[in-house]
């Protein structure tokens, strides 16, 4: 049975690195492994600010949320440029992106 790795990429609040997908990528093909890969966006939920005048919440968690969203979508670009790379076993894969709520 061959091996199956799973790299879980984060995009808040501290977005995975490049080098760590493509460290990823070698160490499986190094253990002629699968690879499975999801990038996962947040969904910040409403909360009542506990100083209204002071911080703007709803502004914070739409910018965390887009910030989350644009950071998936290059994930997603450059893990398909990667896997449509003919020198990357076919046995990569990439998962759709989910919500974290």
């Known amino acids: 049975m061959r091996a199956q790795f799973h790299l879980p990429l984060l995009t808040y609040p ?39 005048p002071i911080v703007d919440v709803d502004k914070m968690s739409a910018e965390a949320e887009r910030s989350s969203r644009d950071c998936a979508a290059t994930f997603a670009i450059a893990l398909r440029r990667l896997f449509a790379t003919p020198v990357l076993p076919s046995r990569l894969s990439m998962r759709n992106h989910r919500e974290l709520r």
């Open 14 to 52: 501290d977005p995975s690195s490049f080098a760590l997908i493509q460290n990823a990528i070698d160490f499986a093909r190094h253990q002629e492994a699968r690879l499975h890969v999801s990038v996962f966006k947040v969904k910040i939920p409403k909360v009542s600010p506990p100083f209204p």
